[in-house]
């Protein structure tokens, strides 16, 4: 009998790029007014009236959904070039960029920095090109904080890249060699606005009319605990921004996606252990396996009534979550030839592992060394666009789905080359395979997507694949596995549970 392994539905990547990226024009909120105290936190004169004096170039500013027919545009830019400085708006109404001269005094400027200035409420970016607003990896400043105390000199910009919603700060200061691009964890709830990495804190209160921050960090070895000055350049939200969702003890929210889940819920964060008959989200012991689908769906309910087995929906909304997710792959680019990790799949050693609470420690018990930041095929972490790990999606062990299946769907190849199969029914591809096409992803490892045997029905469902899985590209994220009834049970099967309030 055929070894199980769910196809992983490899998120369309480009198509459900959606960049939502909403500037407010409130001055009163989201500006720096260009008066004199203003100046002396955020500009580079320290309030002299001197004005941006920072390098020449063209400076870009993107607007909320500025179009001009059906495609996006650049709302305005600021011209630099010797003693002329030209502001062009876009005119909505003919599509053409208008142009005025203004006064270099009314833009504002950092003296650490040179690659940001402010006009009116507006925060520029120079760039080399006109940036492309439809690129996947587009990145865009979106939080720029500052302070000046005299001698001290302190600028702090956040970066974030919408298709990801990964963000990474960067600071200056006088004196100090300060650090760039470190990532931090960005949340949203309500009007807070937080980033929150290695020694690094920044809190933003959107409401705030004062346009301050809250600031901790340790930057070249002196600590920082202060308030700030900030001019946020726009609200950059998720693919699919969601409000926050209050989860269980080692419970991860996951954003909701069209098609599949219309609003974010909650799974475990690891594979359940038992408790008494109640599944349990825990790092400790090894998973709960030799179990049989409905054996699943009442250990998961024995929580509570919001509690459930995940579905086929749910398992999609996260695996096209975690395919989105650069630093899943092997060489950090969506859709790179050596895949993305999947987990404790290669045999070695034959059983399920324990997890840990940190998730640096990813490669626990597969022999191979690996973290957050260094990748491995065995990596049992993927990331989330939250910027939330989650524990053996890929590897360690078969996990049981909710849904009933009632017939094959004529296929059985690697995930990434699903696509090609002849005679495919192509309901496949929706309900089991990832958002992007990988089908030239087609020799080992084949995108670390895993396999799709789904050429063959018993009534039930696994998707994720288990430890046993040693041949190359068998497991994955995506892997489906439609042969067994819901009696099936094994060492190797487990299951995941989700909250829904």
Known sequence: MKRSHFIQQSLALASALVLVVLFQN????????????????????SGNGEGYQGKPGIFYRVAPDQKCGS????????????????????????????????DRKSLGGSSLQDELLSHKEGVYERRDSKPDLTARDLILPEL??????????????????????????????TGLAGFAGREVKRTIAGASLKFAGEEFALSFDTSDAANSASFQATVSGKKFDRKLNCRRAGKIDPVNPVAALACPTNYLMVPGLAGYTDSPFCAMKYEPRANAGVAVSTPVGTPWTNITRNQAITACQANGGSFDLIDNNQWQTLARDVELQPVNWSAGVVGDAGGIARGHSDNNPTNTLAASADDNNACLGTGQTCSSAVWSSQRRTLRLSTGDWIWDLAGNADEWLKDTITRDYNGYSQISVMPNVAGLDPAALTLFGPTGNYTALNAAPFGGLGLAAIDGFGGAIRRGG????????????????????????????????????
């Open 26 to 45: 409130c001055s009163s909120v989201m500006s720096f007014n260009n008066n004199s105290q203003s100046t002396s936190q955020a500009g580079r004169s």
């Open 466 to 501: 288990g430890w046993q899985f040693d041949g190359v590209g068998y497991g994955g994220v995506f892997n489906v596995y439609l042969y067994d009834g819901p009696n099936f049970a094994e060492a190797s099967v487990s299951f995941r549970c989700v909250y829904r309030p």
């Open 144 to 173: 720029w904080c500052t302070a000046d105390d005299g001698d001290q000199k302190l600028d702090v910009i956040v970066r974030t890249e919408p298709a990801t919603n990964l963000s990474r700060a960067s600071v200056r200061a």
């Open 71 to 102: 495609d996006r545009v650049v709302h305005s830019t600021i011209r630099i070039e010797g003693e002329r400085t030209t502001l062009s708006l876009l005119n909505s109404s003919t599509c053409a960029m208008e142009d005025s001269l203004i």
